[in-house]
């Protein structure tokens, strides 16, 4: 039996480490290159961040600079610091503009496209460090369907995939669906963001199109997380390396953002995890 003191001590340490384990992860991914990913990441973690949230943008397009260059950060440290031991991924975390703890994924650096399966894994699991710190974890992928990809969706929370109305991009949406349903399992449900839509009308159809042929041909039950309205606000924003929301927060890409960023903070609910976050990452990259 526990002595009382024991016992208080160990309820003590069961509560800081479910306080510890409350960051909810955020994949943003997506089958074609350029539909918009990092832009939305970067104006996601921006707006949550002025919502209170303590945001981490997890830059896991290793070795192009993405979201440093969009948020004009010149990162003195990178994930392959971390990689290489000279630090922790708490010590590489850099204060962007807009309050968002941003984490390069270093640039130009050849071996971070070639990483080994453990060095991969050994990414993944780091970002338990960050629990801790934040609320939100949003992991900015890089295109396609590469084992660092699979790895950071697989692993996440929440997988929101970005597609464009065309149907090349479209159709690469679906193969990224369905090449993780193939490694997961089918309780595995990722979220659906149309980006660069016209008008609301053809987000949905975009959104119903996919749904149906995930349901029909995967058994998968993709979510609509909704949609961003194509604007030049936002290459506008892009330019001057400021993120819309806070460049043009009156714009239309500004607004279908904030109501992305209000409806993540809503279903983000701090869970407890169900099992460690190491052991889910193990194995996801078999
Ligand atoms: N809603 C939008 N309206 C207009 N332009 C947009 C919109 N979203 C993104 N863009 C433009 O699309 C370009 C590509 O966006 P971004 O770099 O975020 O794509 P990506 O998916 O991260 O690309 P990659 O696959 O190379 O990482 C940006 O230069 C941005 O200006
Ligand atoms: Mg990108």
Known sequence: MLGQD???????????????RTARIIA?????????????????????????????????????????????VDPACTVLDVLDGRKTMRQVIQEAAGGVSLISGGSGVARLADLSEFERARLVDSLEELEGEADIIIVDCGAGISPTVLGFAGAADMTMIVT?????????????????????????????????????KEAQEVYQRISRVSWRFLKISVQDAGYVLRDEAMVAAVKQRVPVVLHRPRSAAARCIE??????????????RRVGFFRRVLGLFK
Do not use: H
């Open 28 to 72: 943003v991914a997506s089958g074609k290159g350029g539909v918009g990913k990092t832009a939305l990441s970067v104006n996601l973690a921006t707006s949550l961040a002025a919502k209170g949230r303590r945001v981490v943008l997890f830059d896991a397009d290793l070795g192009l600079a993405n979201a440093e260059v969009l948020l004009n």
């Open 6 to 20: 024991q016992a208080s001590k160990l309820r003590r340490l069961v509560a800081q480490q479910k306080q510890a």
């Open 259 to 272: 109501a992305l960023a209000r409806t993540v903070d809503k279903s983000l609910v701090p869970v407890e």
């Open 164 to 200: 464009q109305p065309e149907p090349t991009s479209l159709t690469d949406a679906y193969a990224l669906i369905k090449v993780m349903t193939q490694r997961y399992d089918d309780s595995w449900s990722p979220q659906l963001l149309v980006n660069c839509a016209t008008s609301r």
